[in-house]
């Protein structure tokens, strides 16, 4: 139903920065938002931030918090991770994902990721 690609990966050094694209396509009007999710070897998958299609609302790990921005061009099904001053820690593969419920924070319809390297 809903299909996401991301782009925009690969590697800088520290304190540089980086914009993720997730171009979503399909029955984008099933979703409520898009959120976006890393994950490091050894590591657990962690949240990023999310917005919702409708409002704009973000929400923020607090790791990435005056970092990063989220935002979304509805026009286009594209949501962006601005990522600024950037770490090693901030290494991952990074996926983008559908929001299907603000309130439960379910998502679903995950892309394939695009790897993050950030250098010291």
């Known amino acids: 139903q809903v299909q996401l690609v991301e782009s925009g990966g690969g590697l800088v050094q520290a304190g540089g920065s980086l914009r993720l694209s997730c171009a979503a396509s399909g029955r984008t009007f099933r979703t409520d938002g898009i959120g976006w999710f890393r994950q490091a070897p050894g590591k657990e998958r962690e949240f990023v931030a999310t917005?919702?299609?409708?409002?704009?609302?973000?929400y923020y790990a607090d790791s990435v918090k005056g970092r990063f921005t989220i935002s979304r061009d509805n026009a286009k099904d594209t949501v962006y991770l601005q990522m600024n001053s950037l770490k090693p820690e901030d290494t991952a593969v990074y996926y983008c994902?559908?929001?299907?419920?603000?309130?439960?924070?379910?998502?679903?319809?995950w892309g394939q990721g695009t790897q993050v390297t950030v250098s010291s």
């Open positions: 917005i919702s299609w409708s409002e704009g609302n973000t």
């Open positions: 994902a559908a929001r299907l419920d603000a309130i439960t924070s379910r998502y679903a319809y």
